[in-house]
């Protein structure tokens, strides 16, 4: 039962950042766009940005729920850090998607990639 938890919270995340993500692209930002270039340089650097980002979030969430004392404040909790993760899922779409594109694989993998990031971190 936890396990599936874990997934539907983890499509919830993944949807709500892909709606961010298409909003953007519809609104002309170019950094939603997955066409274009990474060479390794930009993707290294990227790549160790949006750990630390991921890292953030996950010293947030630790250091929420040490002062939580009721469950709706638990669960406000909850939101927040899942907010933040899914402002954090359409960068690393946009990452892996542009990269594995980069190596010939279609960019649906590193979407894929980006998923799988999403349920370790939820599940952690």
Not at 11 to 23: D, E, K, P, S, V
Request: glycine share 6%; charged share 10%; aromatic share 16%.
């Amino acid at each position: 039962m936890d396990l599936l938890y874990v997934v539907l919270r983890t499509l919830l995340i993944c949807t709500i950042g892909l709606l961010i993500a298409f909003q953007g692209r519809r609104m002309g930002l170019s950094i939603f766009n997955l066409t274009g270039r990474l060479n390794r340089l930009q993707f290294i650097i990227c790549f160790i940005a949006l750990m630390i980002l991921f890292h953030i979030v996950h010293y947030i969430d630790n250091m929420f729920l040490d002062f939580v004392v009721s469950l709706p404040a638990y669960w406000l909790t909850r939101v927040i850090v899942w907010l933040l993760l899914a402002t954090l899922f359409p960068l690393s779409c946009v990452l892996f998607g542009r990269r594995i594109h980069d190596i010939g694989f279609n960019a649906w993998a590193g979407i894929l990639w980006s998923v799988i990031m999403i349920f370790i971190n939820t599940y952690s």
